[in-house]
Nanobody
Framework: QVRLVESGGDLVQAGGSLRLSCAAS????????MGWFRQAPGKERAFVAA???????RYADSVKGRFTISRDNAKNTVYLQMNSLKPEDTAVYFC??????????????????WGQGTQVTVSS
């Protein structure tokens, strides 16, 4: 069993930056692909970014060029650096782990473990 805990969410003004962290326990994540998803009230959970065990990345069009996903296997942690934040980025952000480490999948069904989420609010 993999346990994931997100942190770093906050209230920021439009144009600001945040870095989210996802700390894992129970298993070493070096062989897992990792993803970030987000969900706003009244909307479905949506793909944000993913990274494979060898560092290949994929981003949603809405965040490409503004967000960066990275991983530190020594710390068993995944990060999401968010720059140039917009009000439409407001959501609960979730971290997810995929034991098929070579696939940076955009769909929720491709992931085996999920964190509880961290709130990001961007004011206009």
């Amino acid at each position: 069993q993999v346990r994931l805990v997100e942190s770093g969410g906050d209230l920021v003004q439009a144009g600001g930056s945040l870095r989210l962290s996802c700390a894992a326990s129970g298993r070493t994540l070096s062989s897992y692909a990792m993803g970030w998803f987000r969900q706003a009230p009244g909307k479905e959970r949506a793909f944000v970014a993913a990274i494979t065990m060898v560092g290949n990345t994929r981003y949603a069009d809405s965040v490409k060029g503004r967000f960066t996903i990275s991983r530190d296997n020594a710390k068993n942690t995944v990060y999401l650096q968010m720059n140039s934040l917009k009000p439409e980025d407001t959501a609960v952000y979730f971290c997810a782990a995929n034991r098929v480490g070579g696939a940076a999948l955009p769909g929720q069904k491709g992931y085996d473990y999920w964190g509880q989420g961290t709130q990001v609010t961007v004011s206009s």
